[in-house]
């Protein structure tokens, strides 16, 4: 099954994205919090998960350069990269939103971990169509993609 464009560049990606982290911060601001006895333990991994997050996030936006775009079809002008965090996940900006959003959760309210399973939905399904039109931009993406596993997080998923 081919996954929809959303607009020419896959702008629709985008704000659905946005929307998803959106709602992930408001439903953890609004609603309930952790029972005080889970609190301590939450906190502390849901920091160690937001600061990994944001350390991914930036190791990301560094590589990428000026190749870096929220839309999922590459500019014109990018380049593909394949080594430095690139060579250990293919999308870690967006593991890196996931890291975070997760961290967020723990920190805020489980009424946030339902928009964050939609952004885990939204991330898997604007990332394969990503993978789309990079394959059809770069000749090596394929082989890239069969060489790099894991998706978002290196290591991990």
Not at 61 to 84: C, K, N, V, Y
């Amino acid at each position: 099954m081919e996954i929809p464009s959303l607009g020419k560049r896959g702008a629709g990606w985008v704000a659905l994205q946005m929307a998803a982290l959106a709602l992930i911060a408001i439903a953890g601001l609004v609603g309930p919090a952790w029972p005080a006895a889970a609190s301590p333990a939450l906190r502390v991994v849901g920091v160690v998960l937001a600061v990994a997050g944001g350390a991914l996030g930036a190791l990301g936006i560094r590589a990428l350069g000026p190749s870096l775009t929220a839309l999922p079809h590459p500019m014109d002008d990018a380049e593909l990269r394949q080594h430095g965090v690139y060579g250990r996940a293919r999308h870690p900006i967006y593991g890196a939103l996931l890291l975070v959003g997760a961290g967020w959760c723990l920190l805020s309210s489980w009424w946030a971990a339902i928009p964050w399973a939609c952004l885990l939905v939204i991330l898997l399904a604007k990332s394969e169509r990503e993978e789309a039109w990079l394959a059809d931009r770069y000749a090596a993406y394929p082989a890239y993609r069969a060489a790099v596993r894991r998706r978002f997080v290196p290591l991990v998923f």
